[in-house]
């Protein structure tokens, strides 16, 4: 099991970036799949990106797509998500998630065992 902290979400306007952390405890970090998701209030929660065990490999959302990154450092237990060009519609709570080994579809939420309790970004316009 692998616990997970977001950090670094916040109040940014429209236009504006933000690098969200995501800290992981656990042995198994190192093995398994990381996604972030979101929910916006009264919405489903969604994907916004995942990447695999080695960091080989990336996906992200259409909505988020050329304008955030995730990646990781296996030997500091983190996942970031960098977010830019921030739009009124980004306003959410981001989750990290984290599935050991391959995850066969990164996109769907139930593939994830592990959640953290989230960090709020919102941006105003």
């Known amino acids: 099991q692998v616990q997970l902290v977001e950090s670094g979400g916040g109040l940014v306007q429209a236009g504006g970036s933000l690098r969200l952390s995501c800290a992981a405890s656990?042995?198994?970090?190192?093995?398994?799949?990381m996604g972030w998701f979101r929910q916006a209030p009264g919405k489903e929660r969604e994907f916004v990106a995942a990447i695999s065990v080695t960091g080989g490999n990336t996906v992200y959302a259409d909505s988020v797509k050329g304008r955030s990154t995730i990646s990781r450092d296996n030997a500091k237990n983190t996942v970031l998500l960098d977010l830019n060009s921030l739009k009124p519609d980004d306003t959410a709570v981001y989750y990290c998630?984290?599935?050991?080994?391959?995850?066969?579809?990164?996109?769907?939420?139930?593939?994830?065992?592990?959640w953290g309790q989230g960090t709020q970004v919102t941006v105003s316009s």
């Open positions: 656990g042995r198994t970090f190192s093995n398994s799949a």
């Open positions: 998630a984290a599935r050991r080994g391959v995850v066969v579809r990164p996109q769907n939420q139930y593939e994830y065992r592990d």
